[in-house]
Structure formats: structure tokens, C-alpha cells
């Protein structure tokens, strides 16, 4: 079966430095992967996706993520946070399960900024 | 324009009563999700819809659980005789075409729902 782990429930970062939070899966497919974002008292929203091409993807508000094939993983970077960076974020895969794509997500990391 | 919305927003409700959950997807989205999230964890894939009908309802925990798109747009998810085991939040999300893997999902805001 495919899962999703995100190996920190919480990060917590002084502002202006820099994060990662890390993002395994297993599968031995082809897949493609997500990072959504939910802040606080608000629905989950796409951060960034990889679906193929360069590995490295980029979001509009200067967090990245590279695709790792050999080490399965797609860790989400950001080289200085800010206090608006507080959320809950989700890594996500869709596999191709039982004739149909499906999301399968982490269990989420919290991003705690601290002044 | 519109995103996508679900109501109610909270629902209280006693062991072994009927409830349901409404979702108002993106105009013109033809796909149709719904998860459900318990503390602590992400979202646990439920149902997919495809126009009118479910594509994919291998995430149903148990015969309680249907949901329904009749026209392809609005659906409902009834949970039936609610067990305290069913308090979480319901996410509904739709997308373009839920045909290719990589397509983006649109989430609405949730339904909390608590069972006594």
C-alpha cells in the first residue's frame, strides 16, 4: 500500500531562518506529488505540485521542493520564513490505485514561527 | 470566483442519529471528492465522483457512509445510525477532471461534525 510520511509534527523556526520539512513516501510507481498548505481557520490550498521536467518546483511565495526519486522523498524548503508561513503543512501522493488516481496524504507538519 | 463550499460549517449530533453533509463544488468542475480528517492526521480519502457518478468509493469505512451527485454538481454525503467514531472534520474537494493524477484539488472550508 502507499503511504505518506511526514517525519516532524511540528517545526518550530525563529523568523528569517531558514526550514525544511521533510516528506517521504513509498511506491514503486510512478507518482505525482503535492504540498498543501492550511492556515490557520482556512481550507487546504495548493502550495506546489511536481508532475515531471526539472525535479526542482517552485511556489509563488518562495518555498521549494525537490523530487527525489532514488530516496522517495519531496522535501518542502523555504530559505527565510516569516511570521505568515505559520500552518499546518501536507504532503501528498497520487498513485494510480484500483483503476483510478488517489490522493494519499501525510499526517501534516505544523510551521511554528517564532519572533 | 466562487470556491468550493459546504455546509453546515458544524454539526452536533446524538449516537445513532442520520446526518447529512452538503458540497457545492467549483462551477464547471467535474470531479468530485470527499475525505474525511481526524486530529492529528491528514486528510483519509472517502468517495470520488466523476460527472454523476462515484468512480472510486474503495475509502467508505462501512455500508453507514453514501454519498450522492445526482445532477454532476452538488453532492451529499449521509452517514447513517452516527457513531462517536464518525466525529471529524468532512472535507469536500473538486477538481477540472480527476482523470490525470496530477490535477489540483480545490478544497472547501470542511464540516466539523461531533457526535454525542
Known amino acids: 500500500a502507499q503511504s505518506v510520511t511526514q517525519l516532524d509534527s511540528q517545526v518550530p523556526v525563529f523568523e528569517e531562518a531558514p526550514v525544511e520539512l521533510r516528506c517521504n513516501y513509498s511506491?514503486?510507481?510512478?507518482?505525482?506529488l503535492f504540498w498543501y498548505v492550511q492556515y490557520p481557520n482556512q481550507g487546504l490550498q495548493l502550495l506546489l505540485k511536481y508532475l515531471s521536467g526539472s525535479t526542482l518546483v517552485e511556489s509563488i511565495n518562495g518555498f521549494e521542493a525537490e523530487f527525489n526519486k532514488s530516496q522517495t522523498s519531496f522535501h518542502l524548503r523555504k530559505p527565510s520564513v516569516h511570521i505568515s508561513d505559520t500552518a499546518e503543512y501536507f504532503c501528498?501522493?497520487?498513485?494510480?490505485?484500483?483503476?483510478?488516481?488517489?490522493?494519499?496524504w501525510g499526517a501534516g507538519t505544523k510551521l511554528i514561527i517564532k519572533p | 470566483g466562487a470556491g468550493v463550499s459546504q455546509t453546515p460549517s458544524n454539526k452536533v449530533t446524538e449516537k445513532g442519529k442520520y446526518v447529512e453533509l452538503r458540497c457545492d463544488p467549483i462551477?464547471?468542475?467535474?470531479?468530485l471528492y470527499w475525505y474525511r480528517q481526524s486530529l492529528g492526521q491528514g486528510p483519509e480519502f472517502l468517495i470520488y465522483f466523476q460527472g454523476t457518478g462515484a468512480a472510486d468509493d474503495s475509502g467508505l469505512p462501512n455500508d453507514r457512509f453514501f454519498a450522492v451527485r445526482p445532477e454532476g454538481s452538488v453532492s451529499t454525503l449521509k452517514i447513517q445510525r452516527t457513531e462517536r467514531g464518525d466525529s471529524a472534520v468532512y472535507l469536500c474537494a473538486s477538481s477540472d477532471h480527476g482523470l490525470a493524477g496530477g490535477d489540483t484539488q480545490y478544497f472547501g472550508p470542511g464540516t466539523r461534525l461531533t457526535v454525542l
Open positions: 501528498a501522493v497520487s498513485a494510480y490505485m484500483d483503476s483510478n488516481y488517489q490522493l494519499i
Open positions: 462551477s464547471g468542475h467535474t470531479a
Open positions: 511506491s514503486s510507481v510512478s507518482v505525482y
